[in-house]
């Protein structure tokens, strides 16, 4: 909900979760067209694993609950991770179902066979998921 020349609201448990692919589902908190960041919920099934990827620009992360392993080791519930831009992953393992709130800030983009890129989550990919939620 916007509340007019003080920012957004958002009420989280209002919100359906919205399934991607892999096993991943999200809630999309926050879009920022004008500097290309936003802010979403992610829950993660037990055993998913995202691909390899590259931050193309900073992130920041806080785990809700569950565990995230990723190339900096695992972070539990109540942990905070901060990637820098340019940092690359073979695979991020959710061992356990895992929620955590994502604060990023560029795009990430996914890598194929031979580090070519496969698909770009962007400003406007998360733009087109919020307008979905409402």
Known sequence: MEIEG????VRPDELEWIETPGGNSLKVLRVSEETGSWSALF??????????????????FYVISGVLEYRGGTARA?????????????????PVETVYLAN?????AFYGEDKQIVALSDWRGMKALLDQQK
């Open 6 to 9: 003080f920012g957004t609201l």
């Open 43 to 60: 829950k993660a099934e037990a055993g998913t694993t995202n691909p390899p990827h590259i931050h193309l620009g900073p992130a920041d």
């Open 78 to 94: 109540g942990e905070w991770i901060y990637e820098p831009n340019g940092a690359e992953h073979e695979a991020t393992h959710h």
């Open 104 to 108: 990023v800030h560029g795009a990430i």
